[in-house]
């Protein structure tokens, strides 16, 4: 299983980036996705999360309403929409594929296969 994040960048506060995450090797659409991220020093931390379908997401408390997590399973891609990005959003997100199970899921255990992370570095 190969997961391919980009998208990622250096963005002033206020702005907005779209993440993607390709996935390849496996049957996309079988299985739920998640975005987290990890600043330098800090432990890994949950972003938002999508079942198979789309139909279920969840979010972290400190992105919820800023951000959307979306995916389209015809283009194995997941995808982040950020909007009104904060300075402390400044981390390398990483998208995760859960291992065995199609449903959403916040715990970082949870998921099996990882993507090598994009930078995100929003200015003050």
């Known amino acids: 299983v190969q997961l391919q994040a980009s998208g990622g960048g250096l963005v002033q506060a206020g702005g907005s980036l779209r993440l993607s995450c390709a996935a390849s090797?496996?049957?996309?659409?079988?299985?739920?996705m998640g975005w987290f991220r990890q600043a330098p020093g800090k432990e890994r931390e949950f972003v938002a999360a999508i079942n198979w379908s789309g139909g279920s997401t969840n979010y972290a408390d400190s992105v919820k309403g800023r951000f959307t997590i979306s995916r389209d399973n015809a283009k194995n891609t997941l995808y982040l929409e950020m909007n009104s990005l904060r300075p402390e959003d400044t981390a390398v997100y990483l998208c995760g594929s859960r291992g065995r199970s199609a449903s959403v899921s916040s715990y970082l255990n949870d998921y099996f296969y990882w993507g090598q992370g994009t930078e995100v570095t929003v200015s003050s």
């Open positions: 090797g496996r049957t996309f659409r079988n299985y739920g």
